[in-house]
């Protein structure tokens, strides 16, 4: 019967829409179609000299007439009202349904699983499990493909324990064999544990979100302030310039690029910041989501499953408060220009002056004050595979001592052995702010690129001595600023804490003596072509460098007082 049924539905179908016939008719060939399908099809022949039967291709000259077939709609009928007739139990297995586990030739739907005889049954099987009492007892439950992850592959048994010491799903078998001892409870209330930990990790980063929107809007009120500020100081020059048009026209315009130019650096700076930030709200917006929908999850050995692997929450790269810098930006340029202006109009030297803008401090990114250098504060760790074997590094990696014992250090392709030098563990870019703590004879504090020469005998591996590094000598006779074998003497107060300040796309490299205040001892400016490498140097057994945590440590600083017109020694290794 089940072969005449298909056979006869394979004969009922319209060879238009493949579909059963639906008011099935017959023009003269003899075909059967729908009465829509073959009207529709017809329509569109309108245009041409003859009509065709779409399965025979017989061509006619006028539109046929066609007669409505009575025996095959009442086939039709009938196989409709057969095939609504048939029992759900009969509904075969699809691909992405269960199947039974007893059906020997076509699979039909599974009904129910059996937790104890782990097996999926279709209602026809299922059947002893209702009439049979000791069967009776066995707890059914919905099929899922997904039930087959609940059952231990090594004993074949459900697991219902989670194993709080190994953080995984067990069966009861494998608590006796192998997590004996372990501390262990019920995959429900191993749940429930992990759905706290589920709640607070939401938590963070709702509070994370709210945290950066309010940074994003401080960036965008930044950006709005720069702009306005540099079109101020752009009108106010061109004011100033309009009185001095015959002696200064080609010195407004570059003092106007350079305006421009530092705006375009500050506000695509500001707009970096901000994009970053956006993205990781995006990040965080996508994770919290991943978490509800776990955190709905009724399969308890599901949802533990999946836990470990979207429950992690990193940390964020970014600062989570944005503190804007003061909105001026410019007011230095303006104020040179009208002291310029001043000096021409009542100097002696009778508007002959020469206007000069190109100071230092005039132009240059540099931070304002301490606080605003520890904005861009880098946490900086000393590399032992680079240590010399007379240098001690401390247990955090941030202290080197020179001592007259060789280490034993194992043989590494980048360690210093001629002189007593260590670099970073991090590589240096963007804008960087550290400080280091010295004591004893003397220290060189300086930053080199990581191809630097590291084992020669000469002196061109010492920092300062190549056009691959760059170094401040710091010594109780003063300061002295080293590149490439040219040593400069520098002038400034004697402090146990220099800092070193990095802009590394900029190409500016500055270090001050840090105090109460901060005294600029030497200023760089040129441009790297590789990231670089905080270094050491010590000079003398005994004496110290540590690279201090500046965004925690707020410990009081000690000065020495040398005497700031000397050159410290240049010493040989």
């Given at each position: 019967?089940?072969?005449?049924?298909?056979?006869?539905?394979?004969?009922?179908?319209?060879?238009?829409?493949?579909?059963l016939?639906?008011?099935?008719?017959?023009?003269k060939?003899?075909?059967?179609?729908?009465?829509?399908?073959i009207?529709n099809?017809?329509?569109?022949?309108?245009?041409?000299?003859?009509?065709?039967?779409?399965?025979?291709?017989?061509?006619?000259?006028?539109?046929?007439?066609?007669?409505?077939?009575?025996?095959?709609?009442?086939?039709?009928?009938?196989?409709?009202?057969?095939?609504?007739?048939?029992?759900?139990?009969?509904?075969?297995?699809?691909?992405?349904?269960?199947?039974?586990d007893?059906?020997?030739?076509?699979?039909?739907?599974?009904?129910?699983?059996?937790?104890?005889?782990?097996?999926?049954?279709?209602?026809?099987?299922?059947?002893?499990?209702?009439?049979?009492?000791?069967?009776?007892?066995?707890?059914?439950?919905?099929?899922?493909?997904?039930?087959?992850?609940?059952?231990?592959?090594?004993?074949?048994?459900?697991?219902?324990?989670?194993?709080?010491?190994?953080?995984?799903?067990?069966?009861?078998?494998?608590?006796?064999?192998?997590?004996?001892?372990?501390?262990?409870?019920?995959?429900?209330?191993?749940?429930?544990?992990?759905?706290?930990?589920?709640?607070?990790?939401?938590?963070q980063?709702?509070?994370?979100?709210?945290?950066?929107?309010?940074?994003?809007?401080?960036?965008?009120?930044?950006?709005?302030?720069?702009?306005?500020?540099?079109?101020?100081?752009?009108?106010?020059?061109?004011?100033?310039?309009?009185?001095?048009?015959?002696?200064?026209?080609?010195?407004?315009?570059e003092?106007?690029?350079?305006?421009?130019?530092?705006?375009?650096?500050?506000?695509?700076?500001?707009?970096?910041?901000?994009?970053?930030?956006?993205?990781?709200?995006?990040?965080?917006?996508?994770?919290?989501?991943?978490?509800?929908?776990?955190?709905?999850?009724?399969?308890?050995?599901?949802?533990?499953?999946?836990?470990?692997?979207?429950?992690?929450?990193?940390?964020?790269?970014?600062?989570?408060?944005?503190?804007?810098?003061?909105?001026?930006?410019?007011?230095?340029?303006?104020?040179?220009?009208?002291?310029?202006?001043?000096?021409?109009?009542?100097?002696?030297?009778?508007?002959?002056?020469?206007?000069?803008?190109?100071?230092?401090?005039?132009?240059?990114?540099?931070?304002?004050?301490?606080?605003?250098f520890?904005?861009?504060?880098?946490?900086?760790?000393?590399?032992?595979?680079?240590?010399?074997?007379?240098?001690?590094?401390?247990?955090?990696?941030?202290?080197?001592?020179?001592?007259?014992?060789?280490?034993?250090?194992?043989?590494?392709?980048?360690?210093?052995?001629?002189?007593?030098?260590?670099?970073?563990?991090?590589?240096?870019?963007?804008?960087?702010?550290?400080?280091?703590?010295?004591?004893?004879?003397g220290?060189?504090?300086g930053?080199?690129?990581?191809?630097?020469?590291?084992?020669?005998?000469?002196?061109?591996?010492?920092?300062?001595?190549?056009?691959?590094?760059?170094?401040l000598?710091?010594?109780?006779?003063?300061?002295?600023?080293?590149?490439?074998?040219?040593?400069?003497?520098?002038?400034?107060?004697?402090?146990?804490?220099?800092?070193?300040?990095?802009?590394?796309?900029?190409?500016?490299?500055?270090?001050?003596?840090?105090?109460?205040?901060?005294?600029?001892?030497?200023?760089?400016?040129?441009?790297?072509?590789q990231?670089?490498?905080?270094?050491?140097?010590?000079?003398?057994?005994?004496?110290?460098?540590?690279?201090?945590?500046?965004?925690?440590?707020?410990?009081?600083v000690?000065?020495?007082?040398?005497?700031?017109?000397?050159?410290?020694?240049?010493?040989?290794?």
């Open positions: 019967m089940a072969q005449k049924r298909s056979l006869d539905q394979e004969h009922l179908n319209c060879s238009i829409c493949l579909d016939l639906k008011d099935p008719v017959t023009p060939c003899g075909h059967s179609f729908c009465t829509s399908c009207e099809h017809w329509d569109r022949e309108d245009h041409r000299r003859y009509y065709t039967c779409p399965q025979c291709r017989k061509r006619f000259r006028r539109r046929p007439a066609v007669a409505k077939t009575i025996v095959l709609a009442d086939l039709v009928e009938e196989l409709k009202k057969n095939q609504q007739a048939a029992p759900a139990d009969h509904c075969y297995a699809g691909p992405e349904d269960v199947s039974c007893v059906c020997s030739e076509r699979k039909l739907k599974a009904a129910k699983f059996c937790l104890v005889c782990l097996a999926s049954f279709c209602e026809k099987h299922l059947q002893p499990h209702h009439e049979a009492p000791p069967l009776q007892k066995h707890q059914l439950v919905e099929p899922s493909k997904k039930l087959q992850e609940n059952i231990c592959p090594r004993h074949n048994e459900m697991i219902k324990v989670f194993c709080r010491t190994d953080q995984k799903l067990i069966c009861s078998r494998c608590l006796v064999d192998e997590h004996q001892g372990h501390e262990t409870v019920s995959a429900a209330a191993g749940r429930a544990e992990k759905q706290k930990e589920l709640e607070a990790s939401r938590q980063i709702q509070q994370r979100i709210q945290d950066q929107e309010k940074d994003v809007k401080l960036l965008q009120e930044e950006v709005e302030a720069i702009n306005v500020s540099a079109n101020k100081t752009v009108e106010d020059s061109e004011k100033i310039f309009t009185q001095l048009i015959r002696l200064v026209q080609k010195r407004r315009s003092v106007k690029q350079q305006i421009r130019s530092q705006q375009e650096t500050e506000v695509s700076r500001v707009l970096e910041l901000q994009e970053k930030l956006e993205q990781e709200i995006t990040e965080l917006k996508r994770k919290d989501a991943e978490l509800e929908q776990l955190s709905h999850t009724e399969d308890h050995n599901q949802f533990l499953h999946n836990y470990q692997s979207v429950s992690a929450l990193g940390e964020s790269p970014h600062s989570s408060s944005i503190q804007v810098h003061p909105r001026r930006y410019f007011e230095n340029i303006t104020a040179a220009v009208e002291e310029l202006r001043d000096k021409l109009c009542g100097g002696p030297n009778n508007g002959q002056a020469v206007l000069s803008l190109t100071g230092p401090d005039v132009l240059l990114s540099h931070p304002k004050s301490r606080a605003e520890l904005r861009s504060s880098q946490d900086v760790t000393l590399d032992p595979d680079t240590a010399h074997r007379r240098l001690v590094l401390s247990e955090g990696r941030r202290k080197a001592t020179l001592v007259e014992e060789q280490q034993s250090y194992p043989d590494r392709p980048g360690r210093f052995l001629s002189l007593e030098q260590v670099l970073s563990s991090e590589s240096l870019s963007g804008r960087c702010y550290w400080e280091v703590e010295w004591s004893g004879r220290v060189c504090i930053v080199s690129y990581n191809d630097s020469s590291r084992n020669f005998t000469t002196l061109d591996c010492r920092f300062g001595f190549s056009d691959k590094s760059w170094a000598y710091c010594g109780t006779n003063g300061y002295a600023f080293s590149y490439n074998k040219n040593h400069t003497p520098v002038p400034g107060p004697g402090s146990s804490r220099v800092g070193v300040y990095l802009d590394h796309r900029a190409g500016v490299l500055s270090f001050y003596s840090v105090s109460v205040t901060m005294t600029l001892l030497h200023s760089v400016q040129t441009k790297f072509t990231p670089l490498h905080a270094g050491v140097w010590l000079v003398g057994c005994g004496s110290t460098a540590e690279f201090i945590e500046t965004k925690r440590n707020s410990r009081r000690v000065f020495c007082k040398p005497e700031a017109s000397r050159v410290p020694e240049q010493h040989e290794g």
